[in-house]
């Protein structure tokens, strides 16, 4: 069964950058589109962007375009979030999710990560 784990979260100053990691076990991690959303306590999980299984279809939120990248490499089971230019509203737990279908809810994904910390700090 698919495990993701994600890495590359930390504390950051505005205007900087950062990489999230999402590394999978399994055999069938290409056949997912890969999503990231971000969680402020209290708040519902937010997307911020997704991947099609074979990286042609890429989706971003209106908060995070131009500023973010996801890309994602079948071979080494990841997917990647490139964060630049961030802002302290970046501050969030990131988490990846997958699924067979693409959706920008996140109860639409049945496999998530235990989600890894970003701060933004201002």
């Known amino acids: 069964q698919e495990q993701l784990v994600e890495s590359g979260g930390g504390l950051v100053q505005a205007g900087g950058s950062l990489k999230l990691s999402c590394a999978a076990s399994?055999?069938?991690?290409?056949?997912?589109?890969v999503a990231w959303f971000r969680q402020t306590p209290g708040a519902e999980r937010e997307f911020v962007a997704a991947?099609?299984?074979?990286?042609?279809?890429?989706y971003y939120a209106d908060s995070v375009k131009g500023r973010f990248t996801i890309s994602r490499d079948n071979a080494k089971n990841t997917v990647d979030l490139q964060m630049n230019s961030l802002k302290s509203e970046d501050t969030a737990v990131y988490y990846c999710?997958?699924?067979?279908?693409?959706?920008?809810?996140?109860?639409?994904?049945?496999?998530w990560g235990q989600g890894t910390q970003v701060t933004v700090s201002s």
């Open positions: 399994g055999r069938t991690f290409s056949t997912y589109v």
């Open positions: 999710a997958a699924d067979g279908t693409f959706s920008t809810n996140g109860r639409q994904y049945k496999k």
């Open positions: 991947i099609t299984r074979s990286g042609r279809s890429i």
